[in-house]
């Protein structure tokens, strides 16, 4: 089904906005609003308007639109949805050439959100066309892993982007665009992960934030666990909307021994949910799962045309991205019809009864929460403080 057009975006609160922040999905949502958290923390003057989801408009930025529950992956997906796509990227942009924020801080969503820079530069909105709003963007695209050349655009059309892997830094050297590493937020010395390790604890079902791929993931967790059988599943889940997909696949789930629980409801209780093991998407929760040493495996199927173009083009080892950070897999991965029942219910008993697989995913989540720890530069709200400055 295709997205509807969306409706026109309202006037910023108070009749101006110092900052639009522009998340499209929901870990970029999230993200985006532990930015603007410390960023209000420092400015409380400041205002704030956002295209992203409920986080961020609970950080305290007036939100125009939900983006996150128009999210999608894969070519395949957004050319289906191209009408909406256009309208959105139309009203965005008449939004900022109406109300002129000092700037516009892009959070990931690289798909959307490096063709609105492009647009405001043609428009002559942003700085680098000699117009008013700065263009930043936190959370840069996997240039490392493909489409390289993108980072010449991107300096074309950017007046600054934060990253939060150590090594994207470097990506960049042959550029003009600043380009700072404020670590990643989920090795905040302030950050509390929402799952943890125990050796006793049910199996932990993720099959992602975003309707077409838990369609086509969840089922392949389903039947991990379900030949697995011998320890009950957790479900995390990001929205009702994926609560609804989740819903279609199992409708009976106390049946199967599986708890559906949306995320949120996690950070409410303040404490982590345990778990022995993981099955996971490719997605930001499973390198949370690793930051907390809980041994696991991937599992990916995409739509078979977004696949196989995704082959052509992407040059990395791994999907996972603790498993490009360690260079190794922490998380074994099965994509498209390797996911099966069978060979994720077989890495669930190595997990469960392996004290060697155990140990190793301990010693891999540390030398992870190295890696990605907070750099003297400052967070990510400092750096967009400093940007605000200018």
């Avoid at 996150?68 to 395949?76: I, K, R």
């Avoid at 995390?236 to 629980?261: K, N, Q």
Wanted: hydrophobic share 50%.
């Amino acid at each position: 089904m295709s997205l509807p057009l969306p409706p026109a975006f309202p006037p910023p609160a108070g009749g101006r906005a110092d900052l639009l922040l522009i998340a499209g999905e929901h870990s970029g949502d999230e993200q985006a609003a532990r930015m603007l958290r410390g960023l209000l923390a420092r400015r409380p003057e400041l205002k704030v308007a956002a295209l992203g989801g409920p986080a961020v408009q609970a950080a305290g930025a007036q939100l125009l639109y939900d983006l996150t529950a128009s999210s999608v992956v894969g070519l395949v997906e957004v050319l289906r949805n191209f009408r909406f796509f256009r309208g959105l990227h139309a009203r965005i942009l008449s939004w900022i050439a109406a109300h002129q924020p000092r700037a516009v801080c892009f959070v990931d969503y690289p798909g959307l959100n490096l063709r609105l820079a492009e647009a405001m530069r043609r428009r002559g909105l942003s700085v680098q066309g000699w117009g008013r709003t700065r263009a930043l963007f936190y959370i840069g695209p996997q240039i490392w892993a493909w489409k390289p050349d993108r980072r010449f655009t991107m300096a074309r059309d950017l007046d600054a982007l934060a990253v939060i892997f150590p090594f994207e830094v470097e990506s960049y050297a042959d550029t003009a665009l600043p380009v700072d590493f404020v670590g990643h937020p989920f090795a905040a010395p302030d950050f509390r992960l929402p799952v943890r390790y125990d050796p006793a604890g049910p199996i932990l079902l993720l099959p992602g934030s975003r309707k077409q791929a838990v369609a086509r993931i969840f089922p392949a967790l389903l039947a991990g666990h379900r030949a697995f059988g011998e320890r009950p599943a957790v479900v995390l889940y990001p929205s009702t909307e994926i609560a609804a997909v989740l819903r279609a696949h199992l409708p009976d789930p106390a049946s199967a021994g599986v708890t559906l629980r949306p995320i949120d409801e996690i950070a409410r209780e303040g404490a982590p949910l345990g778990a022995s093991a993981v099955l996971t998407s490719s997605g930001t929760m499973s390198l949370q799962c690793a930051l907390a040493g809980i041994p696991g495996a991937i599992a990916y199927r995409a739509n078979p045309g977004t696949y196989a173009l995704g082959r052509w083009l992407v040059s990395v080892e791994y999907l996972g991205i603790a498993n490009l950070l360690l260079r190794e897999a922490m998380y074994p991965e099965y994509i498209q019809g390797a996911a099966t029942g069978a060979a994720l219910a077989r890495e669930l008993a190595a997990c469960v009864h392996q004290p060697a697989r155990r140990e190793r995913a301990a010693a891999q989540a540390i030398r992870l929460r190295a890696a990605l720890g907070q750099p003297a530069a400052g967070t990510a709200a400092d750096w967009l403080a400093r940007q605000l400055a200018l």
